[in-house]
């Protein structure tokens, strides 16, 4: 493979069509996943027959609008009504490669090794290149980020270091020892090593970082590049891959080349024009996990119709804006109102909760109210933070307070963070 120029175009046929080729390429790709998903996936033909839809009345992306949408919200409930992928996936369950748990419980899959979830063009669009040591700053366990990042990165020749999460000192050690040269993860763990390297004369050859599964505000990025590392981002989620991505003349993220992605106007359903917010919904043209108008519940807006210097023709996304619903991303993972509800019910001791979520030097901070009788007790914070950070995969501090406290009725999740 040729050594890769900051920013460049991986694959020019995909990145650089022409409005009319995508439309025609997106369309191709739609109507032969919608054909494989009615053969193999049986929740969506049901789906599809619901709405009086036969695999043959979709010849392209004009039919698009007509096909029902699946919410992402509701695949617990249909993977426990039909396990273990709610009649959604696209092949047996032994022919995958991986199966993931993450919070929600939502059940995942990766389909083969390699790029298995399309990251490894937002990789090049950031700069990486072939030789490029990586950190993987993301989870391997049950959740499938470190795998997303780890195959991307693998499949541009780039050898791994599988960091994980946390352990700071650790991470930075390898990360310098090693010589990595990229890095992979959240923009918050960044910034912690890079602190800690200036910290503790750690010497630190960083040149290139992609992050994600957290907002990026631009006195982050701006810290980040200050030490030398220049910082894109992208986007994604664990079931559908990777949906848009920055590249070097930022202003906005261009949308994968081989993805639908559709920006739905929350109370119309109807595409919602570029500048005005909507529910990201997404179709992939993958055979083991065929997901047809899947509804991620992020909103978003399109940037207006612009060329990019960059030469890639796809539209951007201008950012993503927030949640549908009350799901709340900390320190990347979802957390949601209704799984705090679930595990503070195991205490007989607890009233009324709300959850404070703040940002203190780029890193976000949980903390739990959790009204009680008595907010003297020994041991029992602890006990609820355990139990709450076992369930939601996310570190987060207790604070007995008097019954009475918290509003009758207010916000479970209370997110004070100001992005700027
Ligand atoms: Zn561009």
Known sequence: MATLRPGSILDPQLECRTPDERRAHLGAGLVVTVAHAWKHAPRFRRQLEAAGLKPGDVHGL??????????????????????????????????????????????????SEGDYWRFRHALAAAGFKKGDVVLVSASYHLTPLGFILDGAARSLGCPVIPGGVGQTELQLKAASGLGATAYLGTPSFLFQLLQKAREGNVPLKLEVAHVLAEMLPESLRSDIESFGVRCLQGYGTADLGCLAYECVEKGGWHLHPETIVEVLDLETGKPAAPGQPGEIVATIFDEAYPLVRFATGDIGTLAPEQRCACGRTAPKLAGLLGR?????????????????????????????????????????????????????????????????????????????????????????????????
């Open 62 to 111: 004009r039919d698009l609008s007509r096909i029902p949408i699946t919410r992402k919200d509701a695949l617990p409930a249909f993977q426990a009504e039909e396990p273990p992928f709610g009649g959604l996936l696209g092949g047996d369950v032994a022919s995958m490669a991986r199966l993931f748990q993450s919070p929600g419980p939502i059940h995942d899959a990766q389909g």
């Open 324 to 420: 549908v619903g009350d799901a709340v991303k900390v320190k990347g993972m979802f957390v949601r109102g209704g799984q705090m509800e679930a595990v503070l019910k195991k205490f007989p001791e607890a009233g009324r909760f709300r959850a404070l979520v703040t940002r203190e030097q780029h890193q976000d901070a949980l903390t739990y109210e959790v009204e009680v009788d008595n907010p003297g007790q020994q041991g029992l914070p602890e006990a609820m933070a355990d139990a709450l950070r076992e369930e939601l995969k996310v570190r987060g501090e207790v604070k007995l307070v008097a019954r009475g406290t918290l509003p009758e009725g207010g916000r479970k999740i209370d997110d004070r963070r100001v992005w700027k």
